[in-house]
């Protein structure tokens, strides 16, 4: 349980940096356009407040390899950030109407949430 919980923790830090790379890097470019469904206008007009987006995914990127190498408290940490990346991506499904936002940021999140009680209370 505890290989896979860590495999969960690993694929939603990893998707979190992927998400920060488009937003603050890609994003007035044709591959974060296309990711985010934006047209060049919008991405042009939106640019700083993508790049600030894509910063907070990096802290969550942070926070989630920094609970897979703590042997105290990395448990812990590891809910609080997973609890944080799915209530983002709940809200950000919610807000935008967009169910793809639900699939590819809370569903993860939430199975790696799982996999760490079930690892904690079992």
């Known amino acids: 349980m505890e290989i896979l919980s860590l495999v969960f923790i690993a694929l939603v830090a990893l998707l979190h940096f ?54 105290t408290y990395g448990d812990k940490i590891a809910i609080f950030f997973l609890i944080c990346v799915t209530l ?7 807000s935008t109407k967009n169910k793809k936002i639900f699939f ?4 993860p999140a939430m199975i ?3 996999l760490t009680l079930l690892k904690i209370y079992n």
């Open 104 to 107: 590819v940021q809370a569903v």
């Open 18 to 71: 992927y998400f920060m790379i488009l937003e603050m890097f890609y994003w007035t470019k044709p591959r974060g356009q296309k990711a985010f469904g934006v047209t060049p206008e919008f991405a042009e007009e939106s640019k700083v407040l993508a790049a600030n987006q894509g910063l907070y995914n990096g802290f969550l990127t942070a926070g989630l390899i920094w609970a897979m190498v703590d042997q």
């Open 88 to 94: 983002a991506g709940l809200y950000g499904s919610y």
């Open 112 to 114: 790696a949430l799982a």
